[in-house]
């Protein structure tokens, strides 16, 4: 009898096994950072400093009045913020409970970044956070999958009127808003060592690769990319647009669109000018072999230490196509924070995305991370105005877009960019090349 | 295949007997369960039939209705929601989910059919019970039941929760996977804000077909290919390796056997994707095998071979599709060998002696030894570990992805436009594709291709390698 009861415990054990061998497997579960217990001490804060109705209309505080009075329950809310944001994050949650002392928050910040925020939240959109961080590029899928709520009102700060005119519109699908701007610094554009490099040469590539060839060193840019090599192609004035039901729209195929990738082949060709991923860029900078590149602020840390006083940041630089210069183009990028449609407390997760997206937190987020702000009263103040990378990026805006466009275009684009970097080496006719690139592009999304 | 058909003729027929045979009692149990045992005196056991039939009433009302009527269509109702700014909530349309009603709808044909094996098999036991008391033999108490499940029973017991755990675990995913392989589930069609719905064999056209902007056919081809290769090379390779190395650490002239086989065992103890990561970076193009190959004159040397294209001045490890491929294989020779040579010892540690000492003294030489005995005897023994390798390997997701993600871009076009790459598996494709592009459809597809795939090949050679009297030539 024994042996059997030994046998059926083990039997259970081992299903219990396979039970949590698959339960492993689950979604990530955010690292919890529940609040502590809300006690009445938020008296004790600034109240004054910051009255949420100042500049909304009376409409705005009845609204926010009647939320307050039917709040009954404690309000349950998840917020996802990038890794290195906890901290700042998990300051701006507390100033915000602070803000309505009569509504108990419970409130749990989970970590994730926010270029991966997309898979994650469309895993299960209804399980995903009430307010999350995501990369602008994700707007369009993320609107498609009902994971964005609109924003159809404003209650404490005029989102549209307050944020630059770029970020208002990379918030945005099909002119409506569905997200609050967070951070404008998520483009790419040039680092470069000034003690190689004059302004000057910095403003063509031509001339840097000819520097950079006699001081014997690269540049570096992720041209087997999608994301970087179309600002060759728009550089150039071809086009790459979405369509509404997800496919694209591309003319890189069409007249001069081999004269562009000529002047890829070109560049690379003089072995100067290479194809590096982030992380190779990160070491060879590092080294002193890469002199230059193309990237964006999250490679600043890395270029100021190798560089020290020498670290400086400029817009992308000329190219020439055909024995014209063509201005490089770039895609702009931008942080927002979105509120989840599925979100019990709806009301609750809007007020608090405006709150970390209002002029103050954007403010803090520059200070505390040194991230570039949307907001225009906080991008104007001196100090973002004296940090290189930020400047440098403001400088690219104007031939910068938002990044529109459909998952068909990153595999065939990250071929086109890799046959191109190594020179081509099966000898396809460009117009045969970019054609198949453009066929996979604009393939149809059934 | 006969005698299964025979033993499902007799299951039926079996059933019709006890119907037709079966006194009122029994003839009422087809509509109420229960009914046999009362008369039976086994009161307990009818008021738990009456009571499993009755959830089973309310299951079917409550739960498995509502989901198999919307079952051929998969919900027509969108997902709609209204926001009322001044009172700052929104109201929501009574919508279909449709991978719930999926779901749903699995779940609840399943049960039927478990309830059909359960009515069928009720009927026959309270037909038996009828036998058993025309023929006054003893009919057991509720109490004797219970005991019998821990006694002559108790095979039941043991494997019920295991059972119910591979039908949770197993079999129901499976289903549901097969389902969405013919339905348009994939980025434009997600749940909840969007709809999904048969589209029957349409998924399967797209992957056998090669239209111009459709490239998944031709790179379905290139990459079973590279899978059958790749499967082949990484099983022989360890295969061969692991018993090498165990021979040698075996070997009397060996010093120090247990030193070098617990460092070996230390290589498995590190996990494998921390050991790949490091190997990734170690073989990129700025890492610092390419640093020393440089330093070495090694890289000019393969670019004057012409092994090296000359526009690059490191050597492509993980980067040339060429290259790659035979890294891949060798790294994995490197991670696979230690376990290979842990089931190896073990195998050539029970070779019969005597078998060996004749052969010497009829004048083998060792290699001799090794291929005319120990080979055999390891084949014979390790035969269906090297099947269940084999189809690891098809399936051998880590290696692939933890050395080539992120580094490796594909130079062809067409590959390209299906989200493929040379260095692809079936698996490691299909986890880019539903991980990366949300095309749950075509994932399931090659699911389903690869377990057909896995499924004939270790039937074939099971029945191949185990089938026969083979055991006898090792006696």
Known sequence: ?446 | MKNALNALGKYFKDFGVAFAKGDIWVKLSAVLMGAGYFVRKQVVNGIIMCLVEVMFVVLCVGYAAPNLAKFGTLGTVQFEQVFDPLTMTSTVNDYDNSFLILLNSIISLFLIFVFLLFYISNMKAVYRLQLKKENGEHINTFREDVRAMFNEKFHITLLTLPAIGIVIMNILPILVLIAVAFTNYDQQHMPPSALFTWVGWTNFKNLFSNSVTVTFGYSFRKILVWTLEWAVLATFTTYIGGILMAKFINDKRTKLPKLWRTLFIIAIAVPQFVTLLLVRSFFADSGIVNTFCTNIGLTGFLKNVGLVPSNLSYIPFLTNPGWAKVMIVIINIWIGIPYQMLVATGVLMNIPEDQIESARIDGANPMQIFVKITMPYMLFVTGPSLITDFVKNINNFNVIYLLTQDVFVTSDQLLANSNAKEIDLLVTWLFRLTNEYYNYKMASVIGIIVFIICAAFTLVTFSRTIKGDKEEEFQ
């Open chain 1, 1 to 446: 009898m024994k042996k059997k009861v030994l046998a059926t415990l083990l039997a259970a054990a081992m299903t219990a096994g396979a039970l949590a061998g698959c339960g492993g497997g689950a979604a990530e579960t955010p690292a919890a950072e529940t609040p502590a217990a809300e006690t009445p001490a938020a008296e004790e804060t600034p109240a004054a400093e910051e009255t949420p109705a100042a500049e909304a209309a009376p409409a705005a505080n009845d609204a926010i009045a009647n939320l307050i009075a039917a709040t009954t329950s404690p309000v349950t809310m998840t917020v996802w913020a990038s890794e290195e944001d906890q901290d700042l994050t998990t300051k701006l949650l507390d100033d915000f409970k602070a803000l309505y002392p009569d509504v108990t928050f419970e409130i749990t910040l989970g970590a994730e970044s926010e270029s991966t925020a997309k898979d994650t939240v469309l895993t299960d959109v209804e399980a995903a956070a009430d307010v999350y961080a995501f990369a602008d590029d994700q707007i369009n899928d993320l609107v498609q999958a009902g994971a964005l709520q609109e924003v159809v009102a404003n209650y404490t700060y005029d989102v549209a009127a307050s944020n630059v005119a770029g970020a208002v519109e990379a918030a945005g699908v099909d002119g409506k808003l569905y997200a609050y701007p967070m951070t404008a610094d998520n483009g790419y554009f040039m680092f470069y060592d000034s003690s190689v490099f004059t302004e000057d040469d910095v403003k063509s590539l031509e001339k840097m690769i000819e520097v950079a060839d006699a001081a014997g060193k690269k540049i570096a840019m992720d041209i087997s990319n999608g994301w970087y090599i179309y600002a060759f192609f728009q550089g150039a004035g071809l086009q790459l647009s979405l369509n509404d039901d997800g496919s694209n729209t591309c003319t890189w195929n069409a007249a001069g669109g081999t004269d562009v990738a000529q002047a890829i082949l070109d560049l690379t060709a003089s072995g100067v000018l290479v194809d590096m991923g982030d992380e190779d860029m990160a070491t060879q900078i590092a080294e002193g072999n890469v002199v230059a590149c193309v990237n964006g602020t999250w490679r600043a840390e890395t270029a100021q230490q190798a560089w020290g006083d020498n670290y400086a940041a400029t817009k992308l630089p000329t190219f020439k196509v055909a024995g014209k210069d063509c201005q490089m183009s770039s895609y702009s990028g931008y942080k927002l924070i979105g509120v989840n449609p599925h979100s019990a407390n709806l009301g609750w997760a809007m007020l608090l995305a405006e709150f970390l997206t209002n002029e103050d937190s954007q403010k803090a987020r520059f200070e505390a991370r040194g991230l570039g702000p949307a907001n225009s009263a906080a991008a104007a103040s001196d100090a973002v105005q004296s940090n290189p990378a930020i400047a440098a990026l403001a400088e690219q805006a104007a031939y910068a877009t938002p990044q529109r466009v459909g998952g068909n275009f990153w595999s065939p684009a990250e071929t086109l960019g890799q046959i191109l970097a190594s020179g081509n080496p099966d000898g396809t006719d460009l117009q045969q090349l970019l054609d198949t690139t453009v066929e996979g592009i604009t393939a149809p999304v059934e």
